[in-house]
């Protein structure tokens, strides 16, 4: 039972414009989540985090929306660069240290 | 910088076979944890441990047992390494609070053949 979902398993954006990914979880117990990143060969690095008390945070180019009704976060990445192209994942906790992760979006940025 | 090292990039293992995957954090930090990434289904716990000595299944323990003999290394193990046991293993590690981040090593693809 999956219980994170990032139903899009890849994007293609253009540089300079938007990329917006999206994910789904149906426990409604998660109170925290966080997004991550992969490059290949390497593991995936943290980028951003939203607690369950807010419905949005921002670290640069980077923001994270939380809708708690619809069970819904997006990561928005403006404007999009080459080096954001990547796999990322999203990832969600309650109660303790143990993630629950999604399936991953394989983002591609066209020059 | 944080860094988690894992002891092999790539390894080769025949049906049978027992499996050491050695990872080792050099930040102190209190938890380590064992993943494993399969195309389509994301990033899996199998493991993971809260201090010395301490563990505790995640979502696919089935087929691998743990051991933390020490803070700073934990190791995953395959007793019987079977083919449905190829992937990528993933060890990470945090401090102690459950928002902490995770720092993770670059991975140990595991074929088993």
């Known amino acids: 039972d999956q219980q994170v979902k990032q139903n899009s398993p890849s994007l293609s954006v253009q540089e300079g414009r938007i990329s917006i990914l999206n994910c789904d979880y149906t426990?409604?117990?998660?109170?925290?989540f966080l997004w991550y990143k992969k490059y290949p060969a390497e593991g995936p690095t943290f980028l951003i985090s939203i607690s369950s008390i807010k419905d949005k945070n921002e670290d640069g180019r980077f923001t994270v929306f939380l809708n708690k009704s619809a069970k819904h976060l997006s990561l928005h990445i403006v404007p999009s660069q080459p080096g954001d192209s990547a796999v990322y994942f999203c990832?969600?906790?309650?109660?303790?240290?143990?993630?629950?992760f999604g399936t991953g979006t394989r983002l591609t940025i066209i020059p | 910088d944080v860094k988690v090292t894992q002891s092999s990039r790539y390894l080769v293992k025949r049906t049978g076979e027992k499996v050491f995957l050695e990872c080792v954090q050099d930040m102190d930090h209190e938890n380590m944890f064992w993943y494993r990434q399969d195309p389509g289904l994301g990033l899996r716990l199998i493991y993971f441990s809260y201090d010395v000595k301490m563990k505790e299944k995640g979502d696919i323990p089935e087929g691998y047992s743990v051991s933390r003999e020490k803070k700073e290394r934990f190791s995953l193990i395959l007793e019987s390494a079977s083919t449905n046991q190829t992937s990528m293993y993933l060890c990470a590690s945090s401090p102690s609070g459950r928002t902490d981040t995770q720092y993770f090593g670059p991975g140990t693809r595991l074929t088993v053949l």
């Open positions: 426990n409604s117990m998660f109170d925290y």
């Open positions: 990832a969600a906790n309650f109660g303790n240290e143990k993630l629950t």
